[in-house]
């Protein structure tokens, strides 16, 4: 019998994952289709398209994707991979085009996706273009849920709205912290690391690890004057369904949706009052504390992270090898916010959540050290995730959300289906 991925023994209250799940080629090629070919993945935010004609080129499992607004206002998701013979139609990461040139042979596309210009045209059939057969592909699932745009590859899948479960409620706190909408602050943070994806996932909701991992920052924090309230860390887990899950927390930390700190002022006091009762004005007195004054970390399973926190990052992640993967990040912000409050956001974001903040460099490194460490796997197999399991209500450092996306994981990797 083969050793299996994961123990989930409920009764004992002990959860194990295998190591070979993080070090594994077969795992790691396994994974391309039965995760990563199978289920919805993000590819952008809305206020990345605000113009017609704009449009972002990006890779999403592999395969290159065009998220473009076209001239008819339409957002569509397109195969950035030219119908003729292959090559990539757009070069650009970004920006906004009436139409894109292939490079090889000078197809030329509408904003649409339609084929606007076919060279030597005379030498081809006359009905040749009518069928569709030149114009770029559409992906074949495309669906948005509170401005945040995915992606399915499947040709049969279930619809967005159902595949997201629970983690609709969490999406729609985030999209909701102005009547303006949210936007994508600047452009895409990229880096690599040296580690499993799955990693990332795990540590993304990890609220057990900031005390030790994150010492620096809160030691930095704790003699900055006025950067911290009396507000202690406490919160719960939540398992949202279908591999997503969150963890939901208050914090001394100040938030630029409506949590103060002494730091900010007087003017900054004021403010953020008038943006609480905005608030509670439009969204209901409990609905505004919970967006005002508690911090979110969720994972959309496979790999879509939100941290509503002390700023909000985006970020999605793909492995390119089983110890190596690559991290796209964006930072979120409300559109109608004043120059005070988005330069507090990005010094909130840039201080821990960026890739040069306190943060990243940390988990990085922790991430890396685990990698290495597996390389001993043969002898010490298994990953231990049992922290919180027979607790009626998790707290938010236990382990329910880890065990939430293993538990999918593992159903995804074992099922027939495939």
Known sequence: MNTPYIIDDQEGGRFKVARNTFTSQEVFEQERDR??????????????????????????????????????????????????????????????????????????????????????????????????????RHVP??????????????????????????????????????????????????????????????????????????????????????????????????????????IEYSAPWGRPIAQWIPMWGETGKAELDRVYAELVERLGEDKAKQMATLNRNMIIFPNLVINDIMA???????????????????????????DWRREYRLSNFLEFIGPGGFATPDDVEALEQCQRGFQSAANVPWNDISKGMKAKTPSFDDEVQMRAFWREWNRRMTSEEG
């Not at 992640?317 to 690559?326: G, I, L, S, V």
Request: a negative charge; glycine letters at 10%.
């Open 141 to 246: 699932h495309f669906d948005q849920y509170a401005g945040f745009y995915f992606v399915a590859f499947k040709k049969e899948i279930e619809p967005l709205a159902d595949y997201l479960a629970g983690a609709k409620e969490y999406l729609d706190i985030v999209a909701n912290q102005s009547a303006a909408g949210m936007e994508i602050i600047g452009g895409t943070q990229e880096y690599s690391i040296g580690a499993n994806w799955k990693l990332l996932v795990e540590n993304s909701v990890d609220g057990y690890h900031a005390e030790a991992t994150h010492a620096t920052y809160l030691d930095y924090l704790m003699n900055t004057n006025g950067s911290l309230t009396a507000t202690r860390l406490a919160g719960k887990g939540h398992d949202l369904g279908n591999g997503h899950a969150v």
């Open 312 to 338: 909000i990052t985006v970020r999605t992640f793909y492995p390119t090898a089983p110890n190596e993967m690559m991290v796209n990040g964006f930072a979120l912000g409300v559109i109608d916010e004043s």
């Open 35 to 136: 995760i990563f070919q199978n289920c919805w993945l993000y590819l952008g935010h809305e206020s990345e398209l605000s113009k017609p004609g704009d449009f972002v080129a990006r890779s999403v499992a592999g395969q290159n994707l065009l998220f473009v607004k076209g001239r008819d206002g339409v957002i569509r998701a397109l195969f950035n991979v030219c119908p003729h013979r292959g090559a990539t139609v757009c070069r650009e990461k970004k920006g906004n085009s009436k139409s894109f040139q292939c490079m090889y042979h000078g197809w030329v596309f509408k904003n649409t996706g339609e084929i606007a210009h076919l060279s030597g045209e005379p030498a081809y059939e006359d009905n040749f273009k009518d069928d569709g057969n030149c114009d770029l």
